[in-house]
């Protein structure tokens, strides 16, 4: 029979991070917006370590494209700086757009 392909073909790569945290912290973006994602190594036999060191994350088919966007949002972080939630006064940083204690938006999102 042909076109059955093997499950790793089901997996797309959303991002190639520049360092194995910065992989992992992409990672942990989508797991919290309910994407399972995962992460790989780059290796790539004869490439002549230039991406050796790089990481990379992989998710579903089928949630590539809201993976993307959200690792657009979090790759880009607010160019107001880090900011003061008004609920409880926690300091957040940049990327965040709502607060991780108390779950307060932040102001002017
Ligand atoms: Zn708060």
């Given at each position: 029979m042909t076109g059955e392909l093997p499950p790793e073909s089901d997996e797309t790569c959303v991002l190639q991070a520049e360092s194995q945290p910065e992989a992992e912290s992409a990672r942990t973006v989508l797991a919290a917006a309910g994407i399972d994602a995962v992460v790989r190594g780059r290796e790539r036999p004869g490439a002549g370590g230039l991406f050796g060191h790089r990481s990379t994350v992989w998710v579903q088919r089928s949630a590539a494209d809201a993976a993307r966007a959200l690792l657009r949002g979090a790759g880009e972080p607010d160019p107001r700086g880090p900011w003061e939630c008004p609920g409880c006064g926690e300091r957040l940083e940049a990327?965040?757009?709502?607060?991780?204690?108390?779950g307060a938006d932040r102001p002017g999102t």
């Open positions: 990327q965040f757009t709502e607060c991780w204690k108390c």
